[in-house]
């Protein structure tokens, strides 16, 4: 036995081969923490993850515990399930949720570029009309005008705001759908 750990440990390479006890801890405790950020997402952001059937079951099951002990189980098991699966998929999808991620930075500028054209020129909502079918176009004239007006008077941006959300409304409406069709419209919740 003594000669084993005298051979593993005279041999420089072993090292790095198998990560320290402590090392694997740390992977773990992450894992785990990864997956109590997708426990405390709603349920509408926790949907736009791609996520294993049990992985997802899991961390919905952990959304129902209140007991301290239950939870922290269940976010072991979490952790533990979490381990089967490449975590940076997930992690950039919560960095985008919480716009971390230099994607979703890029994404706000583009929408705010987006919005300055339609406050500029009112043609770009008929080129928002050609790519969403069924796009308000009236409501979005109103509120062009309203946004227009506001800037004028000096009021708060209450239309220029909601311009936005309705931008960026259908811009992740759009991502959704070419999402779904690039997949082939089924969602990869195997594992």
């Known amino acids: 036995m003594d000669t084993l750990k005298t051979a593993v440990n005279s041999d420089p390479d072993s090292t ?3 990560p320290s006890k402590s090392q ?3 992977d773990m405790d992450a894992l785990q923490d990864l997956g109590a950020q997708l426990v405390t997402l709603s349920a509408d952001r926790l949907k736009k993850i791609i996520l294993p059937d049990r992985l997802r079951d899991a961390v919905n099951d952990a959304r129902r515990f209140t007991s301290h002990g239950a939870r922290r189980r269940q976010l072991q098991y979490i952790g533990k399930l979490m381990r089967d699966i490449d975590p940076a998929p997930i ?11 230099a994607v979703a930075t890029a994404r706000f500028h583009a929408l705010e570029r987006l919005r300055q054209r ?5 043609g770009t909502i008929g080129e928002l009309r050609d790519r969403h079918p069924g796009l308000d176009v009236q409501h979005l004239l109103q509120l062009r005008r309203n946004a227009l007006k506001e ?4 009021k708060p941006p209450r239309a220029f705001r909601e311009l936005f959300q309705i931008l960026r409304m259908l811009e992740e409406g759009s991502a959704v759908a070419d999402r779904a069709t690039t997949s082939g419209g089924t969602d990869d919740h195997d594992a």
Request: proline share 0%.
């Open 16 to 18: 790095d081969e198998h």
């Open 91 to 101: 992690q950039a999808a919560l960095d985008e949720i919480n716009g971390t991620s």
């Open 151 to 154: 800037q004028e008077q000096g």
């Open 118 to 122: 339609v406050l500029e020129d009112a």
């Open 24 to 26: 694997r801890k740390r």
